[in-house]
């Protein structure tokens, strides 16, 4: 088991561009998720995914922001017409499958957004 | 809504004692879990303790240790021996109703050598 894993770690891009993340989940967890953490907060609750079913959405995804998981495996997170605001740790988690703790998530490292 | 509390944006301990982090929080459900997470500095989130709001049992993983109190809506974090590698920012979280967890601001644990 290789734990959650993302990619880039780190991105820089100018206002107005389009970025992607990729995340890839633990093996055989159904289910998978996106958070936003900025500087000195705790993360908060993007979308979330079971299998390749997108079943819960936060306001704070404004339509710039597109989630998928075409397969029910890897996920992408696209940010259109990217914003200073958008700036952040953008944070994936996967849980379920045949873990014995079936809603506990367990975290990626993150991937570090810097637009300028 | 549902909310988590971190009272303590930082706290600090001495290596080998120890130390409670506070933490309370809100929700109108009935079946939840609430969750101590540790992010070490530029290092991933991992999971410290959970425990399951029907267990009235506080639960314990080496030397760490919860006091849940469900009536008070609290659930403070005990950290026994502290050690060097303890320090980091630790996050209270709440799951219930839905998938998402919903975090405290987080507590800036030092340790002190």
């Known amino acids: 088991d290789t734990g959650v894993s993302q990619d880039p770690r780190h991105k820089i891009t100018k206002r107005g561009q389009n970025v992607t993340f990729r995340c890839d989940p633990i093996s055989e967890h159904n289910r998978l998720y996106w958070y936003r953490q900025t500087l000195g907060q705790g993360p908060e609750f993007l979308t979330y995914f079971q299998n390749e079913a997108q079943l819960e959405k936060s306001r704070l995804l404004s339509d710039r922001f597109s989630a998928e998981r075409p397969k029910g495996s890897f996920s992408t997170l696209e940010i259109q017409r990217t914003e200073q605001g958008d700036s952040a740790m953008y944070l994936c988690?996967?849980?379920?499958?045949?873990?014995?703790?079936?809603?506990?998530?367990?975290f990626g490292p993150g991937t570090r957004l810097l637009v300028l | 809504a549902q909310t988590v509390t971190q009272s303590q944006p930082e706290m600090s301990v001495q290596e080998a004692e120890t130390v409670t982090l506070s933490c309370t929080y809100d929700t109108s459900e009935s079946d939840y879990y609430l969750f101590w997470y540790k992010q070490p500095p530029s290092r991933q989130m991992i999971l410290v303790i959970r425990q399951e709001a029907y267990k009235q049992q506080n639960a314990t993983e080496n030397r760490f240790s919860v006091n849940f109190q469900k009536a008070a809506k609290s659930f403070s974090l005990k950290i026994s021996d502290s050690q060097l590698g303890d320090a980091a920012m630790y996050f209270c979280?709440?799951?219930?109703?839905?998938?998402?967890?919903?975090f405290g601001k987080g507590t800036k644990l030092t340790v002190n050598p």
């Open positions: 988690a996967s849980s379920g499958g045949g873990d014995t703790y079936q809603e506990t998530q367990y």
């Open positions: 979280a709440l799951q219930g109703g839905s998938e998402k967890l919903v």
